[in-house]
């Protein structure tokens, strides 16, 4: 996955630009703080911060090499106690009776021990060693999944289960249930991104991959993205007007995507993420516009 560079006023600026451009929460980012900035004089804060973030890769070798370490430790645990029970035993039949007890405490403690590491390599590493074999699906596996888990849902809630895969941009991909079906968006689509979730839960544990994945009913995203743009256009009118911050209604992150995508390039404002989840929202703020020097005496 491609790393996203933002640059603001602040640390925590710069981060919240950079989640809402990726569309994700900061817990599925990996963000690295590239610049800071730095104390001046009197107080003032001289430069700007910067940051690159992009969508946490798979897991898959953290696993693997923690698996393999305490597999390594598991082993030389289990040599010490071998060797330390060889010694415990002794040949002497005469001593035989006496050496049992010993013997028998040993060997529970190497059974115990045993049963201990056998539990602790249970269904977390079993899971991992699928995990690992399984290498990376392709694009076509995953919207193999997508269509034939789409469907199935589709189908459920007695619709035609008609789905369609688009390959939208680099490693991205949208899957459409086709028809207009407003049960399957729900009030202010919730029941799509409900739905968005679930598929990428599905396609990660059935087909890992670093494909994004978005998924839409009827059109009802684009739509929606078009009507945020227009309302973020107005919102940027009223705080260049009336010069003053607009806060607009909270928002998940890929709606805060579009508005901060829409005003990038519009002069005398600026946009902002305030708040948590999931009362998070965008504040557009007006911003003063250089204005050129007439210099002709």
Request: overall charge positive; aromatic content about 2%.
């Amino acid at each position: 996955m491609e790393w996203v560079s933002t640059t603001a006023k602040s640390v925590p600026e710069a981060i919240d630009l950079a989640l809402d451009n990726l569309g994700v929460d900061q817990a599925e980012a990996e963000i690295v703080v590239v610049e800071e900035p730095k104390q001046g004089l009197f107080g003032r804060v001289r430069g700007s911060a910067r940051v690159k973030a992009r969508v946490k890769p798979l897991e898959n070798e953290t696993k693997e090499s923690s698996n393999g370490r305490r597999r390594r430790n598991d082993k030389r645990r289990g040599n010490s106690s071998s060797n330390k029970n060889g010694r415990n035993r002794k040949p002497s039949s005469g001593r035989q009776q006496k050496a049992k007890p010993e013997e028998s405490k040993s060997n529970g403690q190497g059974s115990k021990g045993r049963s201990q590491r056998n539990r602790g390599k249970g269904r977390g590493p079993r899971q991992n060693r699928t995990e690992r074999d399984v290498p990376e699906s392709s694009l076509e596996e995953v919207s193999e999944h997508l269509t034939g888990f789409l469907s199935g849902l589709s189908t459920a809630f007695g619709f035609d289960g008609d789905v369609e895969v688009d390959e939208v941009e680099d490693n991205s991909v949208v899957a459409t249930i086709k028809g207009q079906h407003g049960l399957l968006v729900g009030p202010k689509g919730r029941t799509l991104d409900a739905i968005q979730e679930l598929s990428r839960m599905s396609a990660q544990r059935t087909v890992p991959s670093s494909v994004r994945i978005a998924v839409d009913v009827g059109g009802y995203r684009l739509r929606r993205n078009e009507a945020l743009e227009v309302f973020a256009i107005k919102a940027a009118d009223r705080a260049a007007t009336e010069s003053a911050d607009v806060e607009l209604e909270p928002m998940n992150s890929s709606d805060r995507k579009v508005i901060h995508n829409a005003l990038m390039e519009v002069d005398g404002v600026e946009t902002r993420s305030v708040g948590d989840e999931p009362r998070r929202r965008v504040v557009v703020v007006p911003v003063a516009v250089p204005k050129d020097v007439d210099e002709s005496e």
